[in-house]
């Protein structure tokens, strides 16, 4: 799990670098080390508040939490990235379709292995 976090971390700290390069330029430096600062504390903050709510909820709701998480994620995935990749009518559809499935299929297996 803390490879998951490590990787996922990684990788959100490389979107957000790239979608503030210029943010620097038109809303001024104070404001852009303030979101970066409330990026680098958002991993400190869930790591509190997952143990928080690990000891003071019972199981049914962690597990409302978790879906909650997870419908989101898959929300996200769907409407944000899948949705407009198969809008894109120029060049390799099958693959995109391929891949989709290929990820759904392999996330799919990681859940039921771990």
Not at 44 to 57: H, K, N, Q
Not at 64 to 83: K, P, S
Request: with cysteine; charged share 15%; aromatic share 12%.
């Amino acid at each position: 799990l803390v490879g998951a976090v490590i990787l996922h971390k990684g990788f959100a700290a490389y979107a957000v670098a790239t979608s503030l390069l210029d943010f620097r330029k038109t809303r001024g430096k104070k404001c852009w080390w303030a979101l970066v600062l409330f990026f680098a504390a958002t991993g400190p903050a869930g790591i509190v508040l997952g143990a928080i709510f690990r000891e003071s909820l019972d199981a049914a709701m962690g597990a409302v939490l978790q879906c909650t998480a997870a419908g989101t994620l898959l929300a996200v995935g769907v409407g944000d990235m899948i949705v407009p990749a198969f809008k894109d009518k120029t060049v390799w559809k099958k693959r995109k379709l391929f891949t989709s499935v290929a990820g759904f299929a392999v996330m799919a297996l990681l859940a039921i292995w771990a």
